[in-house]
């Protein structure tokens, strides 16, 4: 059972929209409707806006320490009710529930992270060049806060926002995925039992296009922060720009993987078959272009199939289930394409290649041979679960086929060779550069990307710096 009665939060009120309409959420993994969600009509996005302009007041005049202590208490709240919180997510994402879990985990720990990382906006004193004078710089919120969020990630794309916000003493307006919106909807209840007051935090849904013009058409939100694909970054970005608002854009990604020659073979292997096929491919920094070291294919396309073929399928609800279906059937066509194209132009494919079943919207994981670097998938993000693989000869080829795309969020890098590595990592264009592991998000480091893969960071002291602004006072 579905356990999230799906709400909009404006001004500190659970409600429906005013006008009554909504659309039907769909669980992937078995294509059936688990409830129906709310449409926030124009006026209730007014609502909103004149509740995050009232909540920014409200917070910003709270210290940072009484900030902490709501967020503490909120983040104490997330991982009490995580188990509940996980089965939303599963049931509306379709990710294993040991990732969801791990999700809802990785949640907590980002709100406390920002809740403490709120007390140390610290500003800092100038010597001044006249006697007499003081010159101070202070860090100051920057105002109310539209977030906007993709559905891979339903809790971490929407809480690095909240927490992001609210600890640099924001208010914030987040508009979650549609396709996922229940874990949303618990974290604001969350918040809401930790004593938020009204209007700090609201959640609105709606048809996305609608929702973000008219809350970026707006004067009263400073800040927008987007998780979610490059096209619509671009267009957000446009939209921010007559008002001026500040914008983080973390946005789509193509991860080239380099196996060098001296790499690790199983170590890698073992890393590289996890990641790819971790929430179906559904994953912005997924591994994406894989180039081996020629001298290496060979064994390196036998271990990634046998591993492939191990993975275990089905409703992320199941124990045992590695990974879980598609978000929509349209994902289902998307790599059906992709593997056509590829194909056509001379790629083998080991093994997938193919949609599973036809309840529910799973796809086999895919491992394509010898891709030419003119096939869609080598250019194109797939956002799912293909691998498509080639061999490179030297250093400098590499390098350069991997920094080819415009994209530039996170690159990987497999050698033994701590000098190589160095050279490689240097290289790399990209905002994260994995070497011999894929971890590239924590709570206390920056992640974000570089080029059309969006820019500003979330995490990490950058991630609270995003939602500061710097008054400079002189004072005699
Ligand atoms: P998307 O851009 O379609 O949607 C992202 C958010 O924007 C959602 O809230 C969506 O409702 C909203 N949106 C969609 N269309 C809109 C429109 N026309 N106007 C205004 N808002 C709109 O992205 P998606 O398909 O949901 O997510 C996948 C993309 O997100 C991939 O490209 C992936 O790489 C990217 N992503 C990036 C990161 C990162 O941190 N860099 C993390 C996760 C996902």
């Not at 089965?87 to 406390?112: I, Y």
């Not at 093994?351 to 599973?356: M, Q, S, V």
Request: aromatic share 8%.
């Amino acid at each position: 059972m579905y356990l999230e009665k799906l709400e909009l939060l404006i001004d500190g009120v659970w409600r429906q929209g005013s006008t009554g309409a909504g659309e039907d959420l769909i669980n992937p993994a078995t294509a059936q409707t688990i409830a129906r969600l709310p449409h926030a009509s124009a006026a209730d996005l007014d609502e909103a806006l004149a509740a995050s302009a009232k909540g920014f007041k409200v917070w910003k005049a709270m210290t940072a320490i009484q900030r902490f202590a709501v967020m503490d208490k909120a983040a104490d709240l997330i991982e009490a009710r995580k188990a509940e919180i996980a089965r939303t997510l599963t049931m509306e994402n379709g990710k294993p529930l040991a990732e969801a879990l791990g999700e809802v985990q990785f949640s907590a720990d980002v709100t406390r992270w920002y809740a403490e990382e709120g007390k140390r906006a610290y500003g800092r004193i100038v010597p001044a060049r006249l006697p007499g004078v003081r010159q101070m710089v202070f860090k100051e919120p920057v105002g109310p806060v539209a977030g906007f969020a993709a559905w891979n990630f339903p809790a971490s794309n929407v809480i690095r926002k909240i927490a992001g916000a609210l600890g640099a003493g924001c208010s914030i307006i987040i508009k979650p995925a549609e396709e996922t919106p229940g874990t949303a909807v618990a974290f604001g209840r969350c918040f809401q039992d930790a004593g938020l007051p009204a209007g700090v935090l609201n959640i609105v849904f709606g048809v996305p296009a609608e929702v973000s013009s008219h809350l970026l058409s707006s004067p009263i939100p400073r800040k927008v922060s987007l998780t979610g694909s490059t096209a619509v970054g671009k267009l957000l970005q446009k939209q921010a720009a007559d008002t001026l608002k500040r914008c983080t854009m973390e946005l789509g990604g193509h991860s080239p993987v380099i196996v060098h020659a001296d790499a690790n073979l199983e170590k890698t292997l073992d890393t590289v078959v996890a990641f790819k096929f971790r929430n179906a491919g559904q994953v912005c920094t997924s591994p994406t272009r894989f180039y081996v070291h020629e001298s290496l294919y060979e064994p390196f396309i036998d271990g990634f199939a046998t591993r492939t073929r191990r993975i275990r399928i089905g409703n992320g609800l199941d124990e045992g289930t590695q990974m879980g279906p598609m978000i929509a059937p349209r994902r289902l066509d998307v790599m059906d394409s992709f593997v056509a194209d590829a194909r056509a132009k001379g790629a083998e494919i080991v093994t997938g290649g193919e949609r599973i079943g036809n309840q529910g919207y799973f796809y086999a994981p895919t491992l394509m041979k010898n891709v030419p670097d003119d096939a869609l998938i080598m250019s194109e993000e797939p956002f799912g679960p293909l691998a498509p693989t080639t061999t490179f000869s030297t250093f400098d080829e590499v390098i350069e086929r991997a920094n080819s795309l415009p994209f530039g969020l996170a690159s990987f890098v497999f050698t033994q060779n701590g000098t190589f590595a160095q050279k490689t990592e240097m290289a790399l264009e990209a905002g994260m550069v994995g070497v011999n592991h894929m971890m590239v998000s924590t709570a206390e480091t920056p992640f974000g990307g570089i080029n059309e893969s969006g820019y500003g960071s979330e995490s990490g002291i950058e991630g609270l710096e995003a939602y500061l602004r710097t008054k400079f006072v002189t004072e005699i």
